[in-house]
T-cell receptor, first 112, second 112 residues
Framework: AQSVTQPDIHITVSEGASLELRCNYS??????LFWYVQSPGQGLQLLLK??????LVQGIKGFEAEFKRSQSSFNLRKPSVHWSDAAEYFC??????????FGQGTTLQVKP | DVKVTQSSRYLVKRTGEKVFLECVQD?????MFWYRQDPGLGLRLIYF???????EKGDIPEGYSVSREKKERFSLILESASTNQTSMYLC???????????FGPGTRLLVL
């Protein structure tokens, strides 16, 4: 079955600290992978996406993610978190069918 | 900038009412989607449309229908609203399977 798991429902980090949000997927074909962010009261905004090529992907707002096929993972990282990064983060997987499967989301809280 | 708009940010309806949620995109996108978002469940796909007058069921279509008479507009219909349809509804559009999905701000629906 196709699925996305974000093991951490809620994460709290101090401002300036590094961040890693985990994402594991199960997908039968070559996956397309996405990270979206949702600020309170807003729709989802794309942070970055991976289709092929370099497994380290750079996104907006200083985020990056690394695709590891052997671990079926696509973890999101940021070296130094800002208070404005507090939001909910969603990992998603898709393929040539065009449908996206989303994880449950991880809520990030940033301590001053 | 791509813009996806949804007709209402907040909506309160009574059980048994017929409810229409409207979504409009301004980028001539072929594909449009309706999701519902519930805490701890992430986004779940209700219906999607690859083109005008075309629709396909997503993962949770029961109790919903859709209409796409014009390329820019995708409507979600709750034929007879029930309390378990209280949720956040998100619309999205994109130009093709490998392209970014752009999301609207969402409609928070409360069914009493």
């Amino acid at each position: 079955a196709q699925s996305v798991t974000q093991p951490d429902i809620h994460i709290t980090v101090s401002e300036g600290a590094s961040l890693e949000l985990r994402c594991n997927y199960s997908y039968g074909a070559t996956p397309y992978l996405f990270w979206y962010v949702q600020s309170p009261g807003q729709g989802l905004q794309l942070l970055l996406k991976y289709f092929s090529g370099d497994t380290l992907v750079q996104g907006i707002k200083g985020f990056e993610a690394e695709f590891k096929r052997s671990q079926s993972s696509f973890n999101l990282r940021k070296p130094s978190v800002h208070w404005s990064d507090a939001a909910e983060y969603f990992c998603a997987v898709g393929g040539n069918t065009g449908k996206l499967i989303f994880g449950q989301g991880t809520t990030l809280q940033v301590k001053p | 900038d791509v813009k996806v708009t949804q007709s209402s940010r907040y909506l309160v309806k009574r059980t048994g009412e017929k409810v229409f949620l409207e979504c409009v995109q301004d980028m001539d996108h072929e594909n449009m989607f309706w999701y519902r978002q519930d805490p701890g469940l992430g986004l779940r796909l209700i219906y999607f449309s690859y083109d005008v007058k075309m629709k396909e069921k997503g993962d949770i279509p029961e109790g919903y229908s859709v209409s796409r008479e014009k390329k820019e507009r995708f409507s979600l219909i709750l034929e007879s609203a029930s309390t378990n349809q209280t949720s956040m509804y998100l619309c999205a559009s994109r130009s093709g399977p490998r392209e970014t999905q752009y999301f609207g701000p969402g409609t928070r629906l409360l069914v009493l």
